[in-house]
């Protein structure tokens, strides 16, 4: 069976439904998924596409697109959440760093939690802290080690290397060469994982 290669940025609103259920999906139906942070923000503004920005009837309609999809999937979020965030860059940093040290999926979930769920903006305080110690990681540590040159240069490379395979938006899964983009086409994806 293929992996599924789940390429996604702390930041993008429509990930959360995708992060808060992912893990139990994949394990259901016993598929490998790799996550993959990258900076969606500088995606967007090198592909001049800020889907958001001075648009709130389009905004108006996200919030209650999620709304309802999060319902449907059991979900609880506050909304709207705090968006776009200041720390998205910071955010991703983190979540490589953690993907490198395997706590990274565990990071991204709780991170998203209490952003969605009570309203704290990830990648700043209380949120990113918080969610570092519900995970047993130590911020102190995590943040000296994530704002190194090394981490910096890590998601800049994954950028680049989404912008390479066609990625343009979050949550994208790519199954192999074929590309899905949107919490809506992750079913797809896994369908599509299952039978090639």
């Known amino acids: 069976m293929t992996p599924i290669d789940?390429?996604?940025?702390?930041?993008?609103?429509?990930?959360?439904l995708t992060v808060m259920r992912l893990p139990q999906l994949a394990d259901a139906k016993g598929i490998e998924v790799r996550w993959h942070p990258f900076n969606v923000r500088h995606v967007m503004v090198a592909q001049n596409n800020i889907p958001f920005k001075d648009k709130p009837e389009k905004t108006a309609y996200m919030w209650r697109d999620i709304a309802r999809r999060a319902e449907g999937y059991g979900l609880s979020p506050k909304l709207p959440a705090p968006y776009p965030l200041a720390g998205l860059v910071l955010a991703n940093e983190v979540a490589e760093l953690g993907m490198r040290e395997g706590w990274g999926i565990d990071y991204t979930r709780a991170t998203y939690r209490r952003w969605f769920e009570q309203g704290e903006p990830a990648g700043e305080a209380p949120n990113l802290p918080?969610?570092?110690?519900?995970?047993?990681?130590?911020?102190?540590?995590?943040?000296?080690?994530?704002?190194?040159e090394e981490i910096v240069q890590?998601?800049?490379?994954?950028?680049?290397?989404?912008?390479?395979?066609?990625?343009?938006?979050?949550?994208?899964?790519l199954v192999g060469h074929e590309l899905f983009w949107?919490?809506?086409?992750?079913?797809d994806a896994i369908a599509w994982a299952m039978s090639h």
């Open 130 to 148: 918080e969610s570092l110690r519900e995970i047993g990681q130590d911020p102190e540590r995590v943040m000296e080690r994530a704002g190194s």
């Open 154 to 173: 890590a998601l800049a490379s994954a950028t680049a290397d989404a912008m390479t395979l066609g990625v343009f938006g979050s949550p994208s899964f």
């Open 182 to 187: 949107g919490d809506d086409r992750l079913e």
């Open 6 to 16: 789940f390429w996604f940025s702390i930041g993008s609103t429509y990930s959360y």
